[in-house]
Structures are given as C-alpha cells and as structure tokens.
C-alpha cells in the first residue's frame, strides 16, 4: 500500500502553491505547527526538507529566532520524514530529542531531516534517531537535533 501521506503531497505539489497547501493541511492536522508558518519544500522516503523565515512572531529578546520555533521546525520535519519512509504496518511517535544551538538564527531557516539508521518493519518496537540540521541564509549551521522516534507495529484492527 502507497504512503498516504507521501501521495498527497505528490499530487498537491504539482498544483500552483500546492506545497503551500500541503503544508496548511498539515498544520491543520497538528495546529501547534502552524504557529511557526513552516514551508514543507522536499518530502521523500528518507528525506524532508522544510523552511521558516524570520518574523516577530516566532522571535525571542535579542532578535533571533526563538530556540523553541527552531525545536518545533525540527520535530516537523523529523516527524515528516519518518512518517513517509515507515512501512504502512508501523506507527512512530517522538520519544525525546536532543539539542544544540550553533549560532545566533536569523533570516530564513532553512531543516534538513533524515533517518541516521534504515527504516524497516519489525514485530517489536524500536528506536530510530532521526539528524536534523537547521541553516541560515548563508547555509551556516545554527542548530542540530536528534529525534528519538519510536517506531512499532499497529494493532491489529479486529
């Protein structure tokens, strides 16, 4: 069975600001999401590359961009990526996830999620850190996390 997710925004992203769209049906999906106006621009098995830029909103005191927008930008696409390459019998949910502010964040951010180890079925749960890379405008890294996705089969529907 096809990802339903990874259809969707196969299909969307060819309409005139299909992406755009894709991206507000997932914020709809998970609001709290929406309130750092992400802009999911790549989603393949293995990969989701997604962008937020600058604005008061989602600032912090000296003008930069908040740690917690950067740490909801993650878990986006880190969310995103291990819910397109998980086989359509397992379930996932974030366990915890680890950190590390690199630089002063301004202008657009640009995520970059992917699996560090593959993504298979199992029997069992199992953990799955996913790397994530944030980037400024100049493609300086600002922050890095890993996302401990667990990862484990759907109960049977009875």
């Given amino acids: 069975m096809a990802n339903k997710t990874l259809a969707l925004y196969d299909r969307m992203r060819r309409w005139p600001a299909g992406q755009w769209l894709f991206t507000r049906a997932i914020c709809f999906k998970a609001p709290y999401f929406g309130s750092i106006s992400p802009r999911i621009e790549i989603l393949e098995p293995g990969r989701c590359v997604a962008s937020i830029r600058r604005h008061r909103a ?10 917690i927008a950067m740490c909801n930008l993650a878990e986006l696409v880190g969310g995103m990526v291990t819910e397109v390459t998980l086989p359509g019998s397992m379930r996932w949910i974030p366990r915890g996830m680890t950190v590390q502010y ?8 640009r995520a970059v999620a992917t699996p560090s180890v593959p993504i298979v079925h199992a029997d069992s749960g199992y953990e799955v850190p996913v790397d994530v ?3 400024d405008d100049a493609g300086d890294a600002v922050f890095r996390a890993t996302i401990a996705m667990w990862l484990s089969p759907k109960p049977a529907r009875g």
Avoid: D
């Fill in 58 to 67: 989602i600032t912090n005191h000296i003008g930069s961009v908040h740690a």
């Fill in 102 to 109: 690199l630089k002063k964040a301004m202008g657009t951010i």
């Fill in 133 to 135: 890379a944030l980037t």
